[in-house]
């Protein structure tokens, strides 16, 4: 008998049915969490949302743990060298044939307890940017501010640059740019623009909100920096700041900068 | 004497619940049942317990200290209260801008302000005047410059959520003095206060649970003039503890908030007759030394508003709006808010279908009495900015 046919019960010994129930049971509760969670967290008042969220991907770890715990002495004789045995087979074929999946794989299980980024999280990475909705085993879902879906392997946290903007809080800071001619009263414009903000009925007013200036060789750069309540919000937190942020310049009879096109010239 | 011994009798009655049939037949009181047993609060006492708390100031020539403020949620009838005291001393009391006028800049409303140095001046809501738009905070601004360096005595009242929007936004708590506030009324207060209204005209009612028939109030009638003789702060305080709170009032003073106007609105909404006393009080067969029953709904049982399925950021941030500025009409909610017209109707239909806001004098839209606890509940547990009570 080869050494893996002896790491193997009797395939009349195993217990295909309590098998079966054991992945149909870890199925249906990896199911109920991807369902439960996500609705639980809209239903209850939002403050807890960013809460309830990231304990899914938590749990479903914990729910395949707890299966391939269960399963593996049900095909598999116990004993140490036998595991070892096992290990070394399992090592081979993950080097050679599956060695990207594994390091999402492995990447994956190292975000769930890391958590370098959770669920609810608004995450860049490389171009990519979106809502992380969803945290599997092998890549991260992102809803985009487009409402497209991006799938990113999670092996892309060893060797890239993940800027999160909120990690874990419901807010985070929105930025409005506004740019001007530069003969303008600044100290009036930086004021009038401190008041777009805090009158906004998206911002959380316990964050603190500032502008900041800079002048730049074509005119003066304006960067109107708040917080909305909600981090859901951010787009119309923006929108609204601009809005009325160019309705107040244009009462005080400030002129913004217009950029100039370049129109390619035909053969003619 | 007989009298007395008829309303002792009344209270001793134990576990007096309604007839089988009775029990199924109550009914909500009628309104001219609800203004004998539950009648609207008389102001006077609020304005007497305010004239005491400002008598210091009243004769103060320290024009450090000539500005007074005084702050209270909705339902505390702090604005109505300033008001009333600014008319019984006789002194000017000035309404807040229009929003065109704050939008414009309200100099003229400012100029008017400015009068006679030595009466003082009364602005019941001075939450008025501001609005949450980037050129609606410039004439308070303006204003509370005024307040901080004008020798002219000035009584202020302001909504609490309008102060706790303006003390981050302006940090009017730093510009002017610590306001004074009304104590929230407890379920001790809460078991002195309701008999006592009941009683006000002469009505002679008994309150009994109409679960278990028990008597609501432990006070007896004989007890009223040792209590009119006695009433002082902190006598309340002192009958409640000696007579106990019954859990239906512990449960209305704590929905309530603390807040009377909500409270007397849902004690009104708890009372319950049966067909023959609504008869009976109607045609006063009844002697006048015999008192009638009125059964008081449990708390249990009690449809307490909720927010609506469907409610989402706009029905939130108009719920907001309508707390910071005690109400709005359409138009005022349209130039505040990001939203079209038909979002804002949509969402204020939703809203009054609620019972969370009303419209009132055709065109303002509020924040109900009934609804208040639920919607300041809601909001603070979405994260928006709240009021300190």
Same mark, same amino acid.
């Given at each position: 008998?080869?050494?893996?046919? %002896? &790491?193997?019960?009797?395939?009349? =010994?195993?217990?295909?049915?309590? !098998? +079966?129930? #054991?992945?149909? /049971?870890?199925?249906?509760?990896?199911?109920?969490?991807?369902?439960?969670?996500?609705?639980?967290?809209?239903?209850?008042?939002?403050?807890?949302?960013?809460?309830?969220?990231?304990?899914?991907?938590?749990?479903?770890?914990?729910?395949?743990?707890?299966?391939?715990?269960?399963?593996?002495?049900?095909?598999?004789?116990?004993?140490?060298?036998?595991?070892?045995?096992?290990?070394?087979?399992?090592?081979? %074929? &993950?080097?050679?044939?599956?060695? =990207?999946?594994?390091?999402?794989? !492995? +990447?994956? #299980?190292?975000? /769930?307890?890391?958590?370098?980024?959770?669920?609810?999280?608004?995450?860049?990475?490389?171009?990519?940017?979106?809502?992380?909705?969803?945290?599997?085993?092998?890549?991260?879902?992102?809803?985009?501010?487009?409402?497209?879906?991006?799938?990113?392997?999670?092996?892309?946290?060893?060797?890239?640059?993940?800027?999160?903007?909120?990690?874990?809080?419901?807010?985070?800071?929105?930025?409005?740019?506004?740019?001007?001619?530069?003969?303008?009263?600044?100290?009036?414009?930086?004021?009038?623009?401190?008041? #777009?903000?805090?009158?906004?009925?998206?911002?959380?007013?316990?964050?603190?909100?500032?502008?900041?200036?800079?002048?730049?060789?074509?005119?003066?750069?304006?960067?109107?920096?708040?917080?909305?309540?909600?981090?859901?919000?951010?787009?119309?937190?923006?929108?609204?700041?601009?809005?009325?942020?160019?309705?107040?310049?244009?009462?005080?009879?400030?002129?913004?900068?217009?950029?100039?096109?370049?129109?390619?010239?035909?053969?003619? | 004497?007989?009298?007395?011994?008829?309303?002792?009798?009344?209270?001793?009655?134990?576990?007096?619940?309604?007839?089988?049939?009775?029990?199924?037949?109550?009914?909500?009181?009628?309104?001219?049942?609800?203004?004998?047993?539950?009648?609207?609060?008389?102001?006077?006492?609020?304005?007497?317990?305010?004239?005491?708390?400002?008598?210091?100031?009243?004769?103060?020539?320290?024009?450090?200290?000539?500005?007074?403020?005084?702050?209270?949620?909705?339902?505390?009838?702090?604005?109505?209260?300033?008001?009333?005291?600014?008319?019984?001393?006789?002194?000017?009391?000035?309404?807040?801008?229009?929003?065109?006028?704050?939008?414009?800049?309200?100099?003229?409303?400012?100029?008017?302000?400015?009068?006679?140095?030595?009466?003082?001046?009364?602005?019941?809501?001075?939450?008025?005047?501001?609005?949450?738009?980037?050129?609606?905070?410039?004439?308070?601004?303006?204003?509370?410059?005024?307040?901080?360096?004008?020798?002219?005595?000035?009584?202020?009242?302001?909504?609490?959520?309008?102060?706790?929007?303006?003390?981050?936004?302006?940090?009017?708590?730093?510009?002017?003095?610590?306001?004074?506030?009304?104590?929230?009324?407890?379920?001790?207060?809460?078991?002195?206060?309701?008999?006592?209204?009941?009683?006000?005209?002469?009505?002679?009612?008994?309150?009994?649970?109409?679960?278990?028939?028990?008597?609501?109030?432990?006070?007896?009638?004989?007890?009223?003039?040792?209590?009119?003789?006695?009433?002082?702060?902190?006598?309340?305080?002192?009958?409640?503890?000696?007579?106990?709170?019954?859990?239906?009032?512990?449960?209305?003073?704590?929905?309530?908030?603390?807040?009377?106007?909500?409270?007397?609105?849902?004690?009104?909404?708890?009372?319950?007759?049966?067909?023959?006393?609504?008869?009976?009080?109607?045609?006063?067969?009844?002697?006048?030394?015999?008192?009638?029953?009125?059964?008081?709904?449990?708390?249990?049982?009690?449809?307490?508003?909720?927010?609506?399925?469907?409610?989402?950021?706009?029905?939130?941030?108009?719920?907001?709006?309508?707390?910071?500025?005690?109400?709005?009409?359409?138009?005022?909610?349209?130039?505040?808010?990001?939203?079209?017209?038909?979002?804002?109707?949509?969402?204020?239909?939703?809203?009054?279908?609620?019972?969370?806001?009303?419209?009132?004098?055709?065109?303002?839209?509020?924040?109900?009495?009934?609804?208040?606890?639920?919607?300041?509940?809601?909001?603070?547990?979405?994260?928006?900015?709240?009021?300190?009570?």
């Amino acid at each position: 008998m080869t050494q893996i046919e %002896s &790491l193997l019960k009797d395939i009349r =010994e195993i217990d295909h049915v309590r !098998i +079966a129930v #054991v992945i149909v /049971v870890a199925w249906s509760l990896l199911r109920l969490v991807r369902w439960l969670l996500p609705l639980l967290a809209d239903r209850s008042p939002s403050r807890f949302r960013l809460y309830l969220l990231p304990i899914a991907p938590l749990l479903q770890l914990l729910i395949i743990a707890g299966a391939v715990v269960t399963i593996v002495p049900l095909i598999f004789e116990p004993s140490a060298e036998r595991l070892l045995v096992a290990l070394g087979v399992f090592a081979i %074929s &993950l080097g050679f044939a599956f060695q =990207e999946y594994a390091s999402s794989l !492995i +990447a994956g #299980v190292v975000t /769930v307890l890391e958590r370098p980024y959770r669920v609810g999280d608004w995450i860049q990475i490389g171009d990519a940017y979106g809502e992380v909705i969803s945290i599997g085993f092998r890549t991260v879902e992102l809803r985009s501010p487009d409402d497209s879906v991006i799938l990113i392997p999670h092996k892309k946290l060893w060797d890239s640059i993940i800027s999160n903007d909120n990690r874990g809080n419901r807010e985070h800071q929105c930025v409005a740019d506004f740019y001007l001619h530069p003969e303008h009263d600044a100290q009036e414009v930086r004021q009038k623009l401190r008041e #777009v903000a805090v009158t906004s009925p998206y911002l959380h007013i316990g964050r603190p909100v500032s502008v900041v200036v800079h002048e730049k060789p074509w005119g003066t750069h304006y960067r109107l920096k708040a917080y909305p309540i909600d981090g859901r919000e951010q787009f119309n937190f923006i929108s609204d700041m601009t809005v009325r942020g160019k309705a107040a310049l244009a009462d005080l009879a400030v002129v913004p900068v217009v950029a100039r096109m370049s129109v390619p010239m035909s053969p003619e | 004497m007989r009298g007395r011994l008829a309303s002792v009798r009344h209270l001793l009655r134990p576990n007096c619940k309604p007839n089988g049939d009775d029990c199924n037949a109550l009914s909500s009181a009628p309104p001219y049942l609800l203004n004998r047993a539950a009648p609207a609060p008389d102001l006077e006492q609020m304005v007497t317990a305010l004239e005491d708390a400002l008598h210091e100031w009243f004769f103060t020539r320290d024009p450090k200290k000539s500005v007074k403020v005084v702050v209270g949620p909705p339902g505390s009838n702090v604005e109505r209260t300033v008001a009333a005291y600014g008319r019984r001393k006789k002194w000017p009391v000035i309404g807040p801008p229009s929003p065109g006028e704050i939008l414009a800049g309200g100099h003229a409303w400012l100029e008017n302000l400015k009068g006679d140095e030595l009466t003082p001046v009364v602005i019941p809501r001075l939450g008025g005047c501001y609005l949450r738009h980037h050129d609606g905070l410039a004439f308070m601004g303006r204003l509370l410059d005024w307040l901080e360096s004008s020798r002219r005595r000035c009584l202020l009242a302001c909504d609490s959520w309008a102060w706790a929007y303006l003390a981050r936004v302006l940090h009017i708590d730093a510009m002017l003095p610590t306001p004074l506030t009304l104590a929230p009324i407890d379920g001790k207060r809460l078991q002195f206060w309701l008999p006592t209204l009941a009683r006000a005209d002469g009505g002679r009612f008994v309150f009994r649970d109409a679960g278990n028939g028990r008597s609501i109030f432990t006070r007896a009638a004989r007890d009223d003039n040792i209590i009119w003789r006695n009433a002082q702060p902190g006598f309340m305080e002192a009958f409640g503890e000696w007579a106990g709170v019954g859990q239906q009032i512990k449960q209305l003073a704590a929905y309530s908030r603390g807040l009377p106007e909500i409270a007397w609105r849902w004690w009104r909404e708890c009372l319950q007759v049966t067909p023959e006393t609504d008869n009976e009080i109607m045609q006063g067969v009844r002697r006048s030394d015999e008192w009638y029953t009125v059964w008081v709904k449990p708390w249990s049982s009690l449809a307490l508003p909720a927010m609506p399925q469907q409610c989402g950021v706009v029905e939130t941030t108009v719920l907001h709006t309508l707390l910071l500025h005690s109400g709005a009409t359409t138009k005022v909610l349209e130039l505040l808010l990001p939203f079209g017209h038909n979002e804002i109707r949509h969402a204020l239909n939703q809203l009054v279908g609620a019972r969370l806001v009303k419209i009132v004098a055709g065109e303002r839209w509020q924040v109900t009495l009934f609804g208040y606890p639920a919607v300041r509940q809601y909001v603070e547990d979405e994260g928006f900015l709240v009021d300190a009570f």
